[in-house]
């Protein structure tokens, strides 16, 4: 029996209710829209072919020391831009898994049929729990439930389509560094497509005006600066204006969502703001994944010496370890009562 088939059943992405999609063995988590990852990824990487191939030739040989300048911070934050970008959409963004049966202590109201809040103390203050329906928890505070991909996620900010993945409590961080260092390489691509360019038309200017001169930089092919000039400057409108509001959102300890639903003010006095809310987020310790989980081994047969009725006890051992197994497997799928109760804290 191969590998595949010994494995097979026995990860919990298998039998996933949601609509994420797992690759890799269920290493590799993604939202249903997956695909937008490898458009967004075209478009950081085909310009950046044109740039090395034409902007940064162009530098290179005719000004050695600003060309190779360009050239290695370029390659770097396209790297960091690139790993960050990929991180982001294959994480696991703090999914909170589902569970099989509704908490005993669920309260409805008689008249809607409608959960009513669950009252906490959080360091001596009020909070309401709100219970969801679909993935049958008490979510937790500044947890919601993304309707893309049909879970909960903690500490939620957005579910971005360009990544195709939640941004959550567990890939926030790099998302931040990836909307950073996008929005600096695109400041660079427009600086050293201008000084190309720059370059070029002063080479004219000794026959010719400075429109026409121009005109000649524009007709080599160059004019794939003028181009990513114009792209460049376009896209980082948009990932500066990303980065200037999340750095916003970062010191003030809040998420996207709790600020288009203006729901903020209910935990402004749960967590430290400033420079502690910063460390926090994008210094701290990335927290445990509660979905990613490795193969369980299977249940080994034990083997029994061969006496009276020999065949029948190995056959009764042998059926009662795969019992076992199948009641393990029931128990990962089905979670345990004391992962419940840690995920309504």
Known sequence: MGKGAATRGRYKYE????????FCGGKVITGPDYRNTFATLLLVIVPLGLFFGVTIAY???????GGYTFLAL????ACVSIITLLLTATDDPGIIPRQSVEPRDVIRNPRTGFPLPKEIIVN?????????ETC???????ASHCSTCNNCVERFDHHCPWLGNCIGRRNYRTFYIFICTTTILCGLVIASASVSLKLKTDASLFHHSDSQAFGIALASPLVISFILIVYCFIAMLFTGGLFIFHTILVFRNRTTAETLKYSW???TTLEPRG???FYHLICGKKPSSKIKVGVERPGRMTQVKVVMHGEENGRNEMEENANHVRSREWNKLHYLQQQDEEQQI
């Open 136 to 142: 049958r928890i008490w979510r937790p505070l500044r």
């Open 124 to 132: 001596g203050h009020p909070y309401s729990l709100k219970y969801c």
């Open 275 to 277: 420079f502690h809310s």
């Open 15 to 22: 039998l996933w209710p949601a609509n994420n999609k797992f």
């Open 59 to 65: 530098l290179i040989s005719h000004w050695r020391a």
């Open 74 to 77: 370029t390659i770097f934050f």
């Open 265 to 267: 003010k209910e935990v």
